[in-house]
């Protein structure tokens, strides 16, 4: 009998029950605590039992109802999602993908779609008691798919919420997230005098029952869900692209609270228990090994990364007998063109000093401005411009910066990754005149939002580990070439820039100037509570 | 006594019956509801293709042929009727339309036009909706033909005479197979 979409859908209700019961023990459990200071006699009753039990049940009822019923519309909210942009190119995209998955499924659900204002790659589903469902996706995510990928992402999603997989990890996050969610507030925000109290012990007792729960979730329906995307979208190849982006990309640890990492598709805190096999991870972790899911969805494809390369080291073989060298180029889509001419590299509208660039056999890929040669074609796009007078050089491109104007001031613009380069002096004045030349745009307010969100816990943890575990390679400075210092705006304003200490110059990568002027301009400040 | 068991068996019989017809009955109206979305989606896609022919005409004046073909197999696709047929004339489009888009690939302007690109979603979308649409009709036929032909099943259908439905057959180019190597180096 083939399965269809309609015959995969099965309830998982004893499961959900099962939650229900280890919810009551729990309280069980914590009224016998505070009991137990009780005098003697009363133990001995036996009304006094069923009291307790009646009690147990009736908290852990309430407890249930209201965190279960109405869990899609937690999720939302606590991830500030938002419902798609109707006049957005990208999001609009999205809905209809979302319209498709209702054809395919025979408009058996109704599943809402949202998207997330977060740069973090990761996508997840919700579904809860009432029948509500919803996908989100990161705005990060979805800027940076192509087409496919998106559909294989909510192919993925929307087999959690139709094989009713996603109603069972959705109730248990939300019973059991809030307890891990306040663990990690008063982690952050209390001294340590609050660590001897036995309300902290009991929740940290509660915390560590809640790992537990992760041996319910399964392994298995990731996997599930990849297969049935594929079935669904008929391209292993999409789906198998984007794990491996995801796997290099920040997935939202820190953002993502923890709780609902088990309703995303990769985990937002990479773990070697989630990337390792065995009785022991199967069972305590949510996710299976990303490797070994790309593994399993190229050979649904017969691809090897093997023989890929063969490909493409056959195709350039063919040609580079007498040819000037060949290069092979890295789309917007991250997909590898070629091969190219250095002549044809030139035409390609998309080519920047950021693309990757791969020689001949395809070896060693290189950003495009360490070839000399290919660097010449940037020089020449730039060739006669006037507007080259500062002698400065790009520090991320390496490509000359052009004056321009902004906000009736004088800057210096990398034409290429848009990025501005201001001297303090200006600074002010720029962010005293915002506005003028250049209103604050819903979507750079959006950005500036989610932006400081994320850098405010990012800062929490600098503070809390005391380092930053891998920095990023620091830029030049444009003008004495010494590395810049790499830093927030000011701890009021956490706007990541780079700064040269010796020449009073700040570099604003893409975006950035404009989101700290609607920083300012819209008071949107840190949580103090939590960033101190 | 005698008399009572074969009532007995008699009524269990003809409930049996009963569940049996509806079962297929409910199977039947399933294939038909999905053939219904798998028309609600071509249709949306015949509406689509004379916006867009008429945004990409100016551009395009020496592909006159190319938008023939477009139009005229437009044409003889809403004039179709019946499953074979249609699916014979939608397949025709399809490979007019894949045709044209690959040579609006080589018309920068059209592919910086808001409009185009605005129709071009529109349309991969219901290229994408139609395939679904023709996934789950294939699907919910294959489990019609089982139920049809499974024992005892066999005997009602071919008592109320069922007939069985047509697939969607899938268009000719994608049904080649990508060639397999099944040498897979690890």
Excluded at chain 1, 241 to 264: D, K, P, Q, V, Y
Excluded at chain 1, 399 to 414: D, H, K, M, N, V
Excluded at chain 2, 21 to 48: C, E, F, M, P, T
Aim: hydrophobic share 45%.
């Amino acid at each position: 009998m083939p399965l269809t979409f309609i015959d995969i859908e099965r309830q998982k209700n004893w499961r959900i029950a099962l939650f229900f019961v280890i919810l009551m023990v729990l309280y069980l459990l914590i009224v016998v605590l505070f009991c137990a200071a009780l005098p003697g006699p009363l133990i001995m009753v036996p009304q006094f039992w069923t009291f307790l039990i009646t009690a147990a049940f009736l908290a852990a009822g309430i407890h249930f109802w209201f965190s279960a019923a109405n869990a899609v519309d937690t999720v939302v909210r606590s991830l500030d999602a938002r419902p798609p942009d109707k006049d957005d190119e990208i999001h609009r995209m999205f809905v209809n993908i979302i319209e498709e998955l209702h054809v395919v499924s025979g408009n058996k659900r109704n599943i809402r779609c949202a998207v997330i204002p977060s740069l973090s790659l990761n996508a997840l589903a919700a579904a809860d008691l009432k029948g509500n469902a919803v996908i989100a996706i990161t705005e990060g995510l979805l800027s940076r798919l192509t087409r496919p990928q998106v559909e294989a992402v909510v192919a993925h999603e929307a087999n959690h919420i139709l094989s009713g997989d996603c109603l069972e990890t959705t109730v248990a996050a939300s019973i059991f997230g809030a307890f891990s969610s306040a663990m990690e507030k008063v982690r952050y925000s209390s001294s340590n005098r609050l660590f001897g109290s036995p309300a902290f012990l009991l929740a940290w007792v509660l915390l560590q029952l809640g790992y537990l729960l992760n041996m319910f979730i399964s392994r298995e329906r990731e996997y599930r869900a990849d297969a049935a995307s594929v079935r669904m979208t008929r391209n292993p190849l999409a789906l198998a692209e984007t794990l491996h982006f995801l796997s290099r990309g920040w997935r939202g640890a820190g953002f993502i609270g923890s709780g609902f990492e088990m309703l995303c598709i990769v985990d937002p805190v990479a773990t070697t228990l989630d990337e390792t096999e065995g009785f022991i991870p199967d069972l305590l972790s949510t996710h299976p090994p990303i490797r070994k899911r790309i593994d399993i969805l190229l050979r649904m494809a017969r691809v090897s990364i093997a023989e890929l390369d063969s490909k493409a080291e056959k195709r350039s073989g063919d040609k580079l007998a007498d040819s000037p060298p060949n290069y092979f180029a890295m789309n917007p889509a991250q997909k590898w063109q070629g091969p190219f001419t250095a002549g044809e590299l030139g035409t390609l509208p998309w080519l920047s000093p950021l693309t990757w660039v791969a020689t001949g056999s395809g070896q060693n890929a290189e950003r495009a401005w360490k070839d000399p040669l290919i660097n010449e074609i940037f020089l020449r796009r730039l060739a006669g411009d006037p507007r080259i007078d500062s002698g400065l050089i790009c520090p991320s491109c390496r490509q000359p910066l052009l004056s321009a104007a902004y906000e009736g001031t004088r800057i210096f613009q990398c034409s290429f990754c848009a990025g501005t380069l201001v001297e303090n002096g200006k600074i002010p004045r720029i962010i005293a005149r915002t506005g003028r030349d250049r209103p604050c745009t819903e979507r750079l307010n959006a950005l500036a939002r989610s932006v400081l969100r994320q850098n405010q816990t990012r800062n929490v943890y600098r503070k809390v580990s005391a380092g930053n575990p891998n920095p990023v390679p620091l830029f030049p400075c444009p003008r004495c070439k010494n590395p810049m210092y790499r830093g927030f705006y000011s701890s009021a304003h956490l706007i990541e820039v780079d700064r040269c200490g010796s020449c009073g110059i700040t570099w604003f990568d893409q975006d950035e100037l404009e989101m700290l002027q609607c920083l300012i301009e819209n008071r949107l400040l840190p949580d103090i509570a939590v960033a101190v | 006594m005698v008399g009572l068991i074969l009532l007995g068996i008699l009524v269990l019989a003809i409930l049996w019956l009963v569940v049996i017809y509806n079962g297929l009955i409910a199977r039947r109206n399933d294939v038909q509801g999905s053939w219904k979305q798998i028309d609600v989606q071509l249709n949306r896609r015949h509406d689509l293709i004379p916006n867009l022919v008429a945004t990409v005409k100016g551009a395009m004046e020496f592909e006159q042929d190319t938008l023939d073909k477009v139009i005229s197999a437009r044409a003889k696709a809403v004039g179709a009727t019946g499953p074979q047929s249609k699916a014979e004339a939608e397949n025709m489009l399809t490979q007019a339309l894949g045709k044209l888009f690959a040579v609006m690939e080589n018309y920068p302007d059209l592919k910086s036009n808001q409009n185009v690109l605005q129709l071009q979603e529109e349309l991969t979308s219901t290229e994408n909706r139609i395939a679904f649409a023709r996934q789950l009709y294939n699907d919910l036929v294959a489990n019609y033909r089982t139920a049809l032909q499974v024992f005892p099943n066999n005997i009602v259908s071919s008592l109320f005479s069922f007939k069985t439905e047509e697939y969607f057959e899938a268009p000719v180019e994608t049904k080649a197979v990508p060639a397999v190597n099944l040498s897979i180096r690890k």
